[in-house]
Each structure stands twice: as structure tokens, then as C-alpha cells.
DNA sequence: CTGAAAGCGCTAACAC
DNA sequence: GTGTTAGCGCTTTCAG
């Protein structure tokens, strides 16, 4: 593309768009002058100013991002990797992120993995490659070396890993046990016993919920009844899961590992006409906007999302700032009751969810 | 050649990270040799290609991009702006786009506009700013002179907006019209005739398939029945806008504008205890995930989503190949019928919902 | 086949 | 106060 025409028609339409020693000539400065000015550093006359930001206006200038931060060294932009756009909860994090970043001056980018932890690694490069000055990696998906190694190039905050896996990566995370912890603590006061888990694929968060949940059956004495059943991340998986799990273990109250679990249960009971919570009890996880969206209203454990991703902001802002020792923030969870969880019932509905299908469910049960 | 320190030392860890002039040192041979070298190119002999490459790998380098694009003109990055993470219409066209553009070597970066027309722009000039190659606009947000003002800067594709409203700028678009009218004839057959519309807030997508509507409402001889009915862009303004069209109108069937306002309704229908379909047909607009997802399955009018992203990055490319007129490509929608629509029941059920829902039901409470 | 030199557009020390 | 001079890291002629 060497087409040096000085084609200085009417709108710069296409050619060469004008860069700032067009406007320097335009104005009869020097170049410095012109970027001085334009940035409104003071040590410029009030009548060169004029004229400079007169002779900018009409050519049209935009100053190239790219020559600036090559010479800076920095982009004032932000990454965020995320898994899949399609789980709320990664896209209400971005909006805490989204809000800090705004406010600090930065740019805000998306990088997606579509659930394909290669495209993910590959996402990541991207990301680096631009030179962003921090990353915000929404995602278990990613090698813990592979964090690692990005760490060195850029500051990088993991949002959802709970602990640190990762040397040099800073994390925010919501305390796992503890919320799952709370859930069951909350379905057992409704008297429920036959308590199983619908969990996640082994990723950390997931498997902390586990443990939470299989740590409280416990202590609650009923390690015995513990049923845990793993779920696929596709929608799919999730509804054969689903199925299987309210079908072998008939449990009166399902803990999920996530909002979208716990939505494949609701719609799986509708199916097996299971009324929920009568029949059923079910407790999601990150109190998302599906938990307000779903019949009935989903009790949730929430994860304060925006709070994470400004605080995922924030550590980022320490790290360019200097700080060199990792930091894991963790923060309380907290259990919104809603309408999907009630009182165990004793009598036959419980017991055999599908006898009470067929039997013509007059809401009988216990309505406190 | 100002080398001042030529520290071979273990990992690269901070300070500056290798350039190509650290690798050409280290191989003994010239800056420009290994960017040959580096990028494959055959003139470069293969002994020095080895060593050239070897060196790389020893001192951890890789090539910095800014430095790349602001020398060739072009980053290969292609930026999507896009309103609402939370509308999966939005997200599956990315998908399609992100599949063309991998397969094409571009990188697809996300920019949000968190449902606010100024950030919006924000975002639309930090991608510009960026230089990206092109951008996919999924939005009808934007004001028109600000695209063919965008178009100046670089290829601008729009999904979504159905006409040339922007010159300079290609859309890629379904026949609003023609989905609308299908939905509405769809129902004519169940025998519905009080047919309403939950419409848009009059952006050019939605004030389309309110004229499709409107129109073979008309041709059906229904015309003094339509109701039209705007909802809001908020969960709450929907859920607002969905009671009061079903109290107001008394609607045997209605054609929601797209699936999140349908979602609306179904919830409404719900809190209502009208039915659906029995009480209550609806139709969605776009087919998202949502459709499978809700209960009953919703019937909707499915828009190619892939096919739209992926033509979307083909005309960027011709554009980028040189392309100057604009072009407009509109696909055919396709209604997808699930269990939200059946026949119109001429029972008093249709004819008074609310009697229905007023009778004062048994006690059980929580619903919303 | 290889290497030196000239920038891409901008910023930031440093003189004038 | 204002302008000059070096680069940021890379690609790309154009001589050797």
C-alpha cells in the first residue's frame, strides 16, 4: 500500500487518514507542539492551542492509539476472558469490571472462549499479544500453568478459582464450603434428609461446593445420604442429569452447583410433574437473573458479581502499581430464599415423587 | 546498536521483555533477518533460520503486535459492538461471526455497551481507536450518522437493522415483516383472532415486525382487533408491559416482539394462572436458547443467527478486499412451533382470564 | 541470500 | 514557551 497521493479533497475520505504532522502543518507548528497540546498540557501558548486544535477539527484528526501505546508501553485497555457468554453469571461479573474499569480510564475488551478450552488458550494470546495491561480471566477452563505463564507477561486476577493454583496470579472468589454449607443448613431446617447434589464437572469451584455440601450432610448426620451426581456443560448433558438424578435417588431436596443445574432440575420435575417445592425442594447457585426469571423463583446462593469484578479491577490497578506478592480475596456468599425451596413433606409425595404424579396432587401438604 | 546489557541470564522474567533486536543478537545475526526468519519466509537460509529460531525460544520472545500493526497498517482484530450480554440473540450471532473470523486468521474482540446509548459510543470509538479491521455492529442503538460516520474509519457491518438507514454501511438483516406475518397467520389458523402485539420501543427492527403484524392483521380482516402494546428494554418495564397488555386487551393470542418479552408473558400468564397454551398462545421472535428453555417450549421465529454472523464477517472482508458499494442482505425467517401456541378455545377460559385467576386459589403464596 | 536504512505515528527528553 | 531530536518494536525496500 505505498500510494502516496496527496489527495487533499474535500473530506479525507479514504487515502491516508491525517496524522498529527498534517495538522502541524496545517497550523504552521512543529510536531511535538501538536501532541502537547492536544493532551492539554499547559506549556503551550493560548493562540498556538487555537489554532492547533482549529487545524485538527477540520482535518479530522484521530490520534492513532497504537503508535501511542507502542511508545508508551501500555494500552489503557483491559481484557476479560471468558468461558461462555451464555452463563449469566460470567456476564454479571463483567459488569462490575466494566463499571471499575470505566472509572479508572480504561477500555474494556471481551475475549471469548466458547466453552473450547484450546480457543480459550488461544483467546489468552490474543490478549497479551495486544499489549492489554491486565487480564481478567473469568474461567476454571484455563491450565493453572497456563495463568501462570500469562502472569509474567501481564497482570492477571482469576475471578471463581477459589485458592491459589496459580503462582503470580491474584484471585477473587466467593467461599465455596460455606455457601453450600448454608443451603444445606437451610433445606435441613425445612426437614429435609434426602439431600443430594447436583455438582459440577471437577473444575475447583465446583468441587469446593462438593465438599461443602458432602462436609455438612455430615455434620448433620446424614453422611450416609449423600448422593452427589455430575453434571455436562451443555444444555443438554444438564437435562439428562437432571433426569437421572431426581429419578434414581428420589431425593426430596436437590442442592445444584449452579443456576443453570438448578434450572434443569425445575424443568425436569415439570416434566416428571413433580410440584416444586411441594414435592421437591432445589437450591441453585450464583443467585443470577435467572433465579428471578424461573418458575417458581429460585432460591439461590448469592455471589456478590459486581463486588468481584471491581475488586478484580482493583487488584489489577495494585499489580501495575507495584505490588509483587499474590493476593486471594474471598467473600462471603449469601443464601436468598425464594420459592423453590419449602418444607419436607412426610407423607406419600416425598416419598415416591411419581405415585404423587399420578395422583391428582391436591395441594395438600404442610403449608406452615 | 546501543546493547548495553546482554543478560542471557535464566527465564526473561520483568524488565524488559526480548525484542527482535535481543534475538538477532543472540543468533549473530541481523534485526531484519530473524523478521524474516520468524514469519517463515523461504529467502532465509536454513541454518540461520535454525539458529535464529532457537534463540527465540531461549530468550522467551514474542513478537509485539502494536509494533506489527502499526508498521503494516492492519491488526487483524475484528471488534463486535453489541448492547445487552444478557440477550442471547446477541450472543449467537457471535458465535457466527467469531466461527468466520477464526477461519479467516482474525481475532474477534468484544465490546459492551451495557444497554446505554453514550457508552455505547464510547466503545464503538475505542474500537475504532484501536484500528481494528472491521466492526460487526449488533445494535440498533447506535444512531445512524454515527455508523456512516464509523464506515469512514473502517468497515462497518450492522446485524440486525433491517434497511439502508446508514450509507456506507452494510447490514445483514432478516425479513422482519415476513417473520411477523407468519407468526400472525400461525395463529389465525389455531382459529385466534383477538391477536395481540407486545412490540418494540420503535427502533427500525421492531417497528418492522409491528408493520408485518399490523398488516396481515389487515390482509386477514382483523385489522380493528390489533393491539399494539411497546414494552420496555428492562426485566421490569417487561414484565409491566406483558401484565397490562393481558389485562387490558384480553388477548386469546399474542406475538411478542422477541423471546424475552414472550418470557414476559408466560410469566405474567403464570402469576395469572392462565394457562398457556390452553388459556393463552404465545409466539417469540428470534429462536434463542431461551425457546428451548422455557416451559411450555415457546414457539418463536427463528432468525439464521450463525449464517447472519458469518455473513456479516464475509462482507467486512469484501469490503476490506476493496468493495466501495454498500449491500444489504436480508435472510428469510422461519417460524419454529412448540408448545406455547394451540387452538383457540372458545370457552370462557380465552374469553376471561382474570375470572380465571381471580378465583381466589388455594392459599399457596409465594408466587411473584 | 543477507544486512543496512528508512520509516509507521506518536511521545518525551532535551535544547533553543 | 517552543521546537528538535531520538527512539518505541517491527516490517520492508533496497543495496551488497
Redesign the interface.
Known amino acids: 500500500?505505498s500510494t502516496r497521493r496527496t489527495d487533499g479533497s474535500g473530506?479525507g475520505?479514504?487515502d491516508r487518514?491525517p496524522t498529527i504532522v498534517d495538522v502541524a502543518a496545517e497550523a504552521g507548528v512543529s510536531k511535538s507542539l501538536v501532541s502537547l497540546a492536544l493532551r492539554g498540557d499547559d506549556r503551550v501558548g493560548e493562540a498556538a492551542r487555537e489554532r492547533i486544535l482549529t487545524a485538527a477539527e477540520r482535518l479530522g484528526y484521530?490520534?492513532?492509539?497504537?503508535?501511542r501505546?507502542?511508545v508508551q508501553g501500555r494500552?489503557m485497555?483491559l481484557g476479560v476472558l471468558l468461558t461462555d457468554?451464555?452463563n449469566?453469571y460470567h456476564?454479571e461479573v463483567?459488569?462490575g469490571v466494566?463499571e471499575s474499569a470505566?472509572a479508572e480510564g480504561f477500555?474494556?475488551?471481551?475475549?471469548?472462549g466458547?466453552r473450547d478450552r484450546h480457543?480459550l488458550g488461544r483467546?489468552l494470546e490474543?490478549l497479551?499479544?495486544?499489549?492489554v495491561d491486565g487480564v481478567v480471566v473469568i474461567s476454571s477452563w484455563l491450565e493453572p500453568d497456563a495463568l501462570t505463564e500469562a502472569a509474567?507477561?501481564a497482570p492477571v486476577v482469576m475471578v471463581g478459582r477459589p485458592t491459589a493454583f496459580s503462582p503470580g496470579v491474584d484471585t477473587v472468589a466467593n467461599d465455596d464450603e460455606a455457601g453450600a454449607r448454608a443451603a444445606v443448613l437451610h433445606l435441613a431446617e425445612l426437614g429435609h434428609e434426602r439431600i443430594a447434589h447436583l455438582s459440577g464437572t471437577g473444575r475447583p469451584a465446583s468441587r469446593a461446593r462438593g465438599e461443602g455440601y458432602r462436609a455438612t450432610m455430615r455434620e448433620l448426620g446424614l453422611g450416609g445420604r449423600a448422593v452427589v451426581r455430575p453434571i455436562g456443560d451443555d444444555?443438554h448433558q444438564r437435562a439428562r442429569a437432571a433426569a437421572e438424578l431426581l429419578e434414581s435417588a428420589r431425593p426430596s431436596a436437590v442442592l445444584a452447583v449452579n443456576d443453570l443445574a438448578a434450572?434443569a432440575l425445575l424443568?425436569q420435575a415439570?416434566a416428571s410433574r413433580v410440584p416444586v417445592p411441594e414435592g421437591l425442594s432445589v437450591v441453585g447457585y450464583d443467585n443470577t437473573?435467572l433465579a428471578?426469571?424461573v418458575?417458581?423463583?429460585l432460591t439461590s446462593v448469592d455471589q456478590p458479581r459486581l463486588v468481584m469484578g471491581r475488586l478484580a479491577v482493583r487488584l489489577l490497578l495494585e499489580r501495575m502499581g507495584g505490588r509483587t506478592g499474590d493476593r486471594h480475596e474471598v467473600l462471603a456468599p449469601r443464601l436468598v430464599v425464594?420459592?423453590s425451596t419449602g418444607p419436607a413433606s412426610t407423607g406419600p409425595l416425598a416419598a415416591a415423587p411419581d405415585t404423587a404424579a399420578q395422583g391428582r396432587a391436591d395441594?395438600s401438604g404442610p403449608?406452615a
Do not use: F, Y
Request: proline share 6%.
Open positions: 500500500m473530506t475520505r479514504r487518514r484521530r490520534s492513532n492509539t497504537l503508535a501505546s507502542l494500552t485497555i457468554l451464555a449469566p456476564t463483567v459488569a466494566e470505566d477500555t474494556v475488551l471481551l475475549a471469548h466458547q480457543r483467546q490474543s497479551l499479544q495486544l499489549n509474567r507477561r444444555p434450572l424443568d415439570h437473573a428471578e426469571t418458575r417458581p423463583r425464594r420459592a395441594g403449608q
